[in-house]
């Protein structure tokens, strides 16, 4: 049904596809400035609205480069409930900066993150501030043309790749497939462990009709962690769910092999859980499992008299021919 509605609004659509294809050009032709930084930089992005694993790339970049690089990680801070430029501190929260930075400033301490609606600014300020950094991440970067960093990576989900896609509303992409030929590399996001050669030479074909890029594969792996209690989980072992998520399915389907979902309390994307939220989650008296995103808006409101037995799903990105992968990221990066 929800589909047959957007099919209704594909006038939309070609209104969009003009819109969006008329600021491409402005910038394609010089009408409208990019600037590229001086140090170097990699950016993150995709075409397409929802849950490809940015934030999975970006803390993989973030966790191989950090011993080497003082690096400054600049997003958007989706979610959050200010607006303007503000340098993640202690002082700050997911609210303040949006979940996705917070939760990897908590990752990566001693690192530079920067939340602003306007990536330049961003910049603007490092340099105003003579910040120490010596390579900057974009996070979300591919329609924020006014940068343009050394180093494009555009991920594609292989579950929805972006050549079958169409543009909003009807579909999910935010600007036209052709897009893709701002990307250095494109990542494809999400494989199944099973992925043969023919299938990967079909999704390279397919993506060559509209980009030069490097094209790389990639899977998502994912291991429970303890947060409240040392108690391992037990295979098929009762468990609650909890995820504000683009792609609340997936999460589901990534647990559900293990463990014997019992309720699965889904919410949109950067959602705010309230304490009687958590207090009414809480009363089901089952483990539960969530996101790292989700738990560091969750630990901050956990009722003082409970001790809820809670483990986070963390992500680990895995690329295929990894080496080849770096090899091209720090080329284009000289």
């Given at each position: 049904?929800?589909?047959?509605?957007?099919?209704?609004?594909?006038?939309?659509?070609?209104?969009?596809?003009?819109?969006?294809t008329?600021?491409?050009?402005?910038f394609?032709?010089?009408?409208?400035?990019?600037?590229?930084?001086?140090?170097?930089?990699?950016?993150?992005?995709?075409?397409?609205v929802?849950?490809?694993?940015?934030?999975?790339?970006?803390?993989?970049?973030?966790?191989?480069?950090?011993?080497?690089?003082q690096?400054?990680?600049?997003?958007r801070?989706?979610?959050?409930?200010?607006?303007?430029?503000?340098?993640?501190?202690n002082?700050?929260?997911?609210?303040?900066?949006?979940?996705?930075?917070?939760?990897?400033?908590?990752?990566?301490?001693?690192?530079s993150?920067?939340?602003?609606?306007?990536r330049?600014?961003?910049?603007?300020?490092?340099?105003?501030?003579?910040?120490?950094?010596?390579?900057?991440?974009f996070?979300?970067?591919?329609?924020?043309?006014?940068?343009?960093?050394?180093?494009?990576?555009?991920?594609?989900?292989?579950?929805?790749?972006?050549?079958?896609?169409?543009?909003?509303?009807t579909?999910?992409?935010?600007?036209?497939r052709?897009?893709?030929k701002r990307a250095?590399?494109?990542?494809v996001?999400?494989?199944?462990?099973?992925?043969?050669?023919?299938?990967?030479?079909?999704i390279?074909?397919?993506?060559?009709?509209?980009?030069?890029?490097?094209?790389?594969f990639?899977?998502m792996?994912?291991?429970?962690?303890?947060?409240?209690?040392?108690?391992?989980?037990?295979?098929s072992?009762?468990?609650?769910l909890?995820?504000?998520?683009?792609?609340?399915?997936?999460?589901?389907?990534?647990?559900?092999?293990?463990?014997?979902?019992?309720?699965?309390y889904?919410?949109?994307?950067?959602?705010?859980?309230?304490?009687?939220?958590?207090?009414?989650?809480?009363?089901?008296?089952?483990?539960?499992?969530?996101?790292?995103?989700?738990?560091?808006?969750?630990?901050?409101?956990?009722?003082?008299?409970?001790?809820?037995?809670?483990?986070v799903?963390?992500?680990?990105?895995?690329?295929?021919?990894?080496a080849?992968?770096?090899?091209?990221?720090?080329?284009?990066?000289?």
């Amino acid at each position: 049904m929800l589909q047959f509605f957007r099919y209704l609004l594909f006038p939309f659509s070609i209104i969009y596809k003009v819109i969006t294809t008329l600021r491409n050009l402005l910038f394609d032709f010089g009408i409208l400035k990019s600037i590229t930084p001086v140090l170097p930089s990699i950016g993150v992005g995709n075409l397409t609205v929802g849950g490809t694993g940015k934030t999975t790339v970006v803390d993989y970049l973030i966790e191989k480069l950090k011993k080497d690089n003082q690096i400054t990680v600049i997003s958007r801070g989706y979610g959050r409930k200010t607006k303007g430029l503000r340098e993640i501190t202690n002082l700050e929260n997911p609210e303040t900066v949006g979940d996705e930075p917070f939760m990897l400033y908590e990752k990566h301490q001693g690192l530079s993150f920067i939340v602003s609606e306007s990536r330049k600014k961003a910049l603007e300020y490092l340099k105003k501030k003579e910040s120490k950094s010596d390579l900057i991440i974009f996070d979300d970067v591919l329609q924020h043309r006014h940068v343009k960093p050394k180093t494009m990576i555009m991920l594609s989900d292989f579950s929805r790749p972006f050549y079958e896609d169409v543009l909003l509303p009807t579909g999910n992409l935010r600007e036209s497939r052709i897009g893709a030929k701002r990307a250095n590399i494109v990542l494809v996001s999400k494989c199944p462990i099973d992925l043969d050669t023919a299938e990967k030479e079909n999704i390279r074909l397919q993506i060559s009709k509209y980009s030069n890029a490097e094209i790389y594969f990639s899977k998502m792996e994912s291991t429970l962690e303890k947060k409240t209690i040392n108690t391992e989980l037990t295979q098929s072992e009762k468990v609650i769910l909890v995820s504000g998520l683009a792609n609340n399915k997936q999460f589901f389907e990534s647990i559900a092999n293990r463990y014997q979902i019992q309720f699965h309390y889904k919410y949109p994307d950067h959602f705010q859980y309230s304490e009687s939220e958590i207090s009414e989650i809480l009363k089901s008296n089952l483990p539960i499992i969530t996101t790292e995103k989700d738990f560091v808006k969750i630990k901050k409101i956990i009722p003082r008299n409970s001790n809820p037995a809670i483990y986070v799903s963390k992500i680990m990105l895995k690329i295929e021919n990894e080496a080849g992968f770096w090899d091209s990221i720090r080329s284009k990066l000289k």
